[in-house]
C-alpha cells in the first residue's frame, strides 16, 4: 500500500497570505495524484487531479505541481473560505490512498 | 447537477449487517465507476470499494474484503453496499463518491454524497 505522508498537520496564516502544502509518498505515484479541499461537516471537494490540472470550477488560486514522491498544492493568496482541511490521493496503485490531511487555520 | 444521495446508515451491533444505498441524478450513472469512501469521526479518509461503469471490475480494501459487497443496479441509478460482520473499527461516515473520468479510471472522486454514519456499537 503506497503511503502518503501530508506536512505540515496544521498551516497558521492569515487571509492573504500564501499557503504550501507538502504531500510525499512511499512510492512513486507518476502524476497520478489529486487534492481534495474538506469544510467541517461537508463532504470533500476535488481541487486538483494529475498533480497539476484544476478540477471544474476551482478558482486559479489554487495550484498543483510534483511528480514521483513529492507534490505540492499551493494557495496563491488565502480567501476566508479556504480555510479548511486539505487531502492528496494517489490512484496509481491499488488500494487508492489518502494523506493525512493538513489544517489550514487562521492565525 | 449531479447529486449523490446515501441512505441506510445507523446503528448496528459488533457482528451484524447494514446495507448501505447511493441515489444519483444529474449524470448517466450507468457510464461512470463509483466508490465508496469513508471516514471515521474526527479521522482522515479511507477509500472502501470501487465497481466499475458495468458491474465487471471490483475493487476492495483488504480490511473489508469477504465482509462487504459492492453492487449496482443501472436501471434504479443506485449504487449499494452490503456490509456484513460489522466490527467497532467501520464506524464512521459513508460517501458515496462518483469517478471523475475514464481516462484516469474513475479513480478520482469529483461528486460526493453527503454521508451516512454508521455506528458499530454494542
Known amino acids: 500500500e503506497i503511503v502518503l505522508t501530508q506536512s505540515p498537520a496544521t498551516l497558521s496564516l492569515s487571509p492573504g497570505e500564501r499557503a504550501t502544502l507538502s504531500c510525499r509518498a512511499s512510492?512513486?505515484?507518476?502524476?497520478?495524484l489529486a487534492w481534495y479541499q474538506q469544510k467541517p461537516g461537508q463532504a470533500p471537494r476535488l481541487l486538483i487531479y494529475?498533480?497539476?490540472t484544476r478540477a471544474t470550477g476551482i478558482p486559479a488560486r489554487f495550484s498543483g505541481s510534483g511528480s514521483g514522491t513529492d507534490f505540492t498544492l499551493t494557495i496563491s493568496s488565502l480567501e476566508p473560505e479556504d480555510f479548511a482541511v486539505y487531502f492528496c490521493?494517489?490512484?496509481?496503485?491499488?488500494?487508492?490512498?489518502f494523506g493525512g490531511g493538513t489544517k489550514v487555520e487562521i492565525k | 447537477q449531479v447529486q449523490l444521495v446515501e441512505s441506510g446508515g445507523g446503528v448496528v451491533q459488533p457482528g451484524g449487517s447494514l446495507r448501505l444505498s447511493c441515489a444519483a441524478s444529474?449524470?448517466?450513472?450507468?457510464?461512470?465507476?463509483m466508490h465508496w469512501v469513508r471516514q471515521a469521526p474526527g479521522k482522515g479518509l479511507e477509500w472502501v470499494a470501487f465497481?466499475?461503469?458495468?458491474?465487471?471490475?471490483?475493487y476492495y480494501r483488504d480490511s473489508v474484503k469477504g465482509r462487504f459487497t459492492l453492487s449496482r443496479d443501472n436501471s434504479k441509478n443506485t449504487l449499494y453496499l452490503q456490509m456484513n460482520s460489522l466490527r467497532a473499527e467501520d464506524t464512521a461516515v459513508y460517501y458515496c463518491?462518483?469517478?471523475?473520468?475514464?481516462?484516469?479510471?474513475?479513480?478520482?472522486?469529483?461528486?460526493w454524497g453527503q454521508g451516512t454514519l454508521v455506528t458499530v456499537s454494542s
Open positions: 490521493q494517489q490512484r496509481n496503485n491499488w488500494p487508492l490512498t
Open positions: 512510492q512513486s505515484v507518476s502524476s497520478y
Open positions: 463518491a462518483k469517478g471523475r473520468s475514464s481516462r484516469d479510471g474513475y479513480n478520482y472522486f469529483d461528486y
Open positions: 494529475d498533480a497539476y
Open positions: 465497481i466499475q461503469y458495468d458491474g465487471s471490475n471490483k
Open positions: 444529474g449524470f448517466t450513472f450507468s457510464s461512470y465507476g
